[in-house]
């Protein structure tokens, strides 16, 4: 398990690198299309500062001991940010992602050790290393829907690929679409590089992972780990697929992309 310390340092840096090139993107190029289903790059952008400002009020709501501002106050962070122009999220963007890594970085030891945060539709507080990994994750992948807009062969960044291969919360259940299945119940074992991993996928209803590996299982899959994180994001086109990933048996990447159709 990764520390506070760790994803945090990973948001600093996936921050840093969108925020460079944003820096020099012109209006045509925030009107273009990113990665993001029928976003443009200024929409991503868009959604990751009105996220970044949601996230530091909730951050901050933990740290003051207040309540959320709930549904009502996450809409009028929406609506605002929906009717910017495209240089207004650019620049609205780097403002709000720094604010919200800038606090994140402030927290000391006890903080990131103890502090608990609601973010309103778990069903208990977590910690702050898995605040800022859901964040991360967010980034990450969105930020790769823009990169890629410009080198179809963008992947993710190793920092974040560390954070996120195994880290917590689990999300494979809630983004999988297990009625692809057509009512099979498969278990492949897929092995990852940079960094080594093993692990069962366990295609049923629902979908999940698991560090028990049984001796007979229905196909194998081996990739890079960044691939694997794509894939379960719904970001492993086969225009956006490496060379050199590897299945056997049932191991079918047309039915993986299927069941993880993306978000």
Do not use: C
Not at 29 to 39: C, F, M, R
Not at 51 to 69: F, K, M, P
Not at 138 to 149: G, L, P, Y
Not at 177 to 187: A, F, N, Q, Y
Request: no cysteine; glycine share 6%; hydrophobic share 40%.
């Amino acid at each position: 398990m990764s520390s506070p310390d760790t994803v945090i340092a990973a948001l600093r840096s996936e921050y840093d690198l969108l925020a460079q090139q944003v820096a020099v993107f012109s209006d045509d190029d925030l009107a273009g299309p990113s990665a993001a289903s029928e976003w443009d790059i200024s929409q991503v952008l868009s959604h990751l500062g009105s996220g970044a400002e949601i996230n530091r009020a909730t951050l901050q709501a933990a740290l003051d001991g207040t309540a959320l501002g709930g549904r009502e106050f996450n809409e009028s962070v929406w609506d605002r940010w929906n009717a910017m122009s495209g240089r207004e999220r650019a620049d609205g963007y780097v403002v709000a992602n720094r604010e919200l890594t800038e606090l994140y970085e402030s927290l000391d030891a006890d903080a990131r050790k103890s502090l608990r945060i609601d973010v309103g539709f778990l069903p208990a507080p977590i910690d702050v290393a898995t605040a800022g990994r859901m964040r991360l994750n967010e980034v990450a992948m969105h930020s790769w829907d823009i990169r890629v807009a410009s080198d179809v062969n963008a992947t993710l960044t190793p920092q974040a690929v560390r954070e996120l291969l195994h880290g917590e919360p689990d999300l494979t259940a809630w983004i999988s679409k297990p009625e692809h299945l057509d009512g099979e119940s498969l278990v492949l074992h897929v092995t990852t590089s940079e960094p080594e991993s093993d692990f069962a996928l366990n295609l049923t209803t629902p979908v999940s992972t698991g560090f028990e590996v049984a001796d007979k299982y229905d196909g194998t899959l081996t990739l890079p780990a960044e691939a694997w994180l794509r894939l379960k994001a719904g970001r492993l086109a086969p225009r956006h697929t490496p060379t050199g990933i590897v299945t056997t048996g049932v191991a079918d990447l047309d039915l993986l992309r299927k069941v993880f159709p993306g978000y």
